[in-house]
């Protein structure tokens, strides 16, 4: 049953009150994958100019991952990686990368974090970045070669409309394993 607090200003919120939204929060936690799902089809039908959407270049980036032998939260890491493209198309990058930092590791979150600034020599160019200038200052990060990977074997070349991406039913339970992890961080 849903409770309601009876404050209109959080000062004068009483223990039962606190009780109730801390409930609420640890609901809101619990229930993360499925809004993940909802988020991740929200990019299907726009292939903003590529011939095939987010959702099947998310798809094709995951399953490469898959067939290459990497662990789950990696694949995951590859499944949700352009979350952000709707809402921060400037630094889509690290919305996915706060979405999923206190769940994996802080390297994993490092790559998917950075993916899109050392994507291409285009891309930086259009962002007005200088690449050589951006690589040398994260060259010496621990994920820094990790992330390499990530866009040459997996991101850049997963937008091949005659892939066979394997379904979004193979990764919901890597999805249920990542995200009932217990939350390392929550800053
Ligand atoms: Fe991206
Ligand atoms: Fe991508």
Not at 46 to 60: A, T
Request: one cysteine or more; glycine letters at 4%; proline letters at 4%.
């Amino acid at each position: 049953m849903n409770r309601t607090v009876s404050f209109t200003t959080l000062d004068r919120a009483t223990q039962e009150d606190l009780e109730i939204i801390d409930d609420c929060f640890k609901d809101q936690v619990k229930s993360l994958k499925k809004r993940i799902i909802e988020a991740l089809l929200g990019l299907r039908g726009n292939p903003m100019g590529y011939q095939i959407d987010r959702f099947e270049h998310s798809l094709q980036t995951a399953t490469r991952a898959l067939r290459d032998g990497c662990d789950d939260e990696m694949i995951v890491c590859a499944l949700l990686h352009d979350l952000g493209d709707d809402l921060a198309p400037l630094n889509h990058g690290e919305l996915a990368a706060a979405i999923l930092r206190p769940y994996v590791s802080p390297e994993n979150a490092w790559t998917v974090k950075h993916h899109g600034i050392l994507q291409s020599k285009e891309y930086l160019h259009e962002m007005k970045v200088d690449k050589n200038e951006l690589e040398k200052k994260l060259r010496n990060h621990p994920a820094f070669e990790r992330t390499i990977i990530f866009c040459r074997r997996w991101d850049r070349v997963s937008f091949d409309p005659n892939y066979d991406s394997l379904p979004l039913s193979t990764f919901e339970p890597m999805l249920e394993r990542i995200f009932s992890h217990k939350v390392n961080c929550l800053s």
